[in-house]
């Protein structure tokens, strides 16, 4: 399995041999983290989460949200469904708390975009 790591700005293309699904070798990694980040990318794929959430009485209707960390790739799906759920009352700060553990991955929900409340300067 060919595997482009993203774990820093080199990008290298790490090759990833495996033996019933689990990682025996691994190659073309330019630095540790590439190697871990392959076998991961092997056994448990993570994906930071960004998207947006609605917003109560806001100037916007709506604000970006990112995960403070990279959660399962296979919940994202299901992550998805609690946030298109929620409903934020303005004002929204960045960097607030919108949920302190998505999904019991120990990944906070943090807006990323200030929001005011409709009516205030």
């Known amino acids: 399995m060919r595997v482009i790591c993203v774990s820093c700005p080199m990008g290298c293309a790490v090759e990833v041999e495996t033996q019933d699904g689990v990682p025996v070798r691994v190659s073309g990694h330019g630095c540790p983290r590439g190697e871990d980040y392959a076998r991961e990318e092997v056994l448990e794929p993570k994906r930071v989460l960004t998207t947006s959430v609605r917003v109560v009485e806001g100037v916007l209707p709506l ?19 609690v946030i298109r759920a929620l409903e ?10 919108v949920i302190g553990d998505l999904l019991g991955t120990g990944s906070a929900l943090i807006a990323t975009r200030a929001v005011a409340r409709r009516g205030r300067a």
């Open 88 to 97: 934020v009352p303005a004002p929204v700060e960045a960097g607030q708390v």
């Open 63 to 81: 604000a970006s949200v990112r995960t403070t960390g990279p959660i399962p790739r296979r919940i994202i799906a299901q992550a998805m469904a």
